[in-house]
């Protein structure tokens, strides 16, 4: 399949689901008093974003009982035993929670736009993105609690939740301390990769078959899929930082270089002898040249870094397609391989 022919499959398959979820999304988080702090919360999910999370859960649901794709209710959708459960209402926790991680980001990276619009404490304050973040983490735990599934299930999706949760804040709290380091190797930076990004796809993946009662070794090898794919992701991202046009990034392009951020790039790099350190002499992103980014790539191009990167992030894609083995051979299962493709083939 063409990579222009997987893209469309797989922005088919969102756009399918997408108006379902932001239905959802409605009827799941209303606005509420007081309003500043609801039209806060809602602010990024109103924005846009592709709801690509919350495709994977709809999308493992379906594979998973085996039926064609769009062709049962997802908010009373046949489980293992045959009695309904809400796969919607866990699918939109698993979306509240990304919007909440992404207004903490904005206000930690002190970045101006999100998804083309202010982000959110720019929009309003900080205080109260602060506040809409928080509304949303505490939002997103009574959402799944909706999802009509035994006790037993429920508990171990919340539990999840809960987990995923806190892996993110670690994941964020090691990306920061990475900053300050020149010795990080890449199983910590995809340790920190996992828990930063990757977990919340793990969860997208598993909390479906949590919910419908699937057996441990189906669930254990969906989460896997999801951190596998999660961590591809990232590693495209590190990628497109430093080899798409500003305009199309919606941000200075080698923007991770010149905050020191640390990428499996950059340290492929150093370990090849590349002062990564000076490849850019610029502090801010605002005020680096088009000419010293290319000069920057030219040398990681050269140790092989990009290629590295590009190679892992296709090594962790098939290892995440051989844990779909567990599910029928259908074509949902068949969207979720596309889906992990086009995670490391997309552009912006």
């Excluded at 709801?51 to 049962?72: K, N, S």
């Excluded at 793990?202 to 254990?220: N, R």
């Amino acid at each position: 399949m063409t990579q222009n022919t997987r893209e469309d499959t797989v922005l088919s398959a969102i756009e399918d689901r997408r108006e379902l979820v932001n239905d959802a999304i409605d009827e799941e988080l209303p606005m509420d008093e007081p309003e500043r702090l609801y039209e806060a919360s809602r602010y990024l999910l109103e924005a846009g974003g592709k709801r690509l999370r919350p495709t994977v859960a709809l999308l493992v649901a379906e594979a998973l009982a085996d039926v064609e794709p769009l062709a049962e209710d997802y908010q009373a959708f046949p489980a293992v035993d045959g009695e309904p459960v809400d796969v919607m209402a866990a699918a939109v926790s698993i979306e509240v929670i990304q919007s909440f991680t992404l207004i903490h980001d904005d206000i930690m990276d002190d970045d101006d736009l999100r998804r083309g619009v202010p982000a959110v404490h720019r929009e309003y304050d900080t205080e109260t993105a602060i506040l809409a973040g928080d509304t949303l983490y505490s939002k997103a735990f009574e959402i799944m609690l909706r999802t009509e599934a035994p006790a037993a299930s429920s508990l171990d999706a919340i539990e999840l939740l809960a987990q995923t949760c806190t892996r993110i804040c670690e994941g964020q709290a090691l990306d920061v301390d990475f900053e300050t380091r020149t010795d990080v190797d890449v199983d910590e930076y995809l340790d920190m990769v996992e828990r930063k990004t990757a977990v919340l796809y793990g969860a997208a993946a598993s909390v479906p078959a949590i919910v419908m009662g699937a057996d441990e070794d189906v669930i254990d090898a969906l989460y896997q899929y999801g951190v596998n794919v999660g961590q591809a992701f990232q590693i495209q991202d590190d990628v497109l930082d430093l080899t798409v046009p500003s305009e199309k990034l919606g941000k200075q392009r080698g923007s991770d270089l010149v905050e020191d951020k640390q990428t499996v790039i950059t340290v492929h790099a150093r370990d090849h002898g590349v002062d990564v350190d000076d490849l850019v002499d610029a502090e801010d992103p605002e005020n680096v040249t088009d000419e010293e980014i290319d000069a920057a790539v030219a040398k990681l191009e050269e140790a092989g870094s990009i290629d590295y990167a590009r190679d892992l992030a296709e090594d962790l894609v098939e290892e995440g397609k051989r844990e779909l083995e567990v599910l029928p051979d259908n074509e949902a299962r068949y969207l979720l391989e596309e889906i992990a493709h086009y995670l490391i083939e997309r552009g912006y």
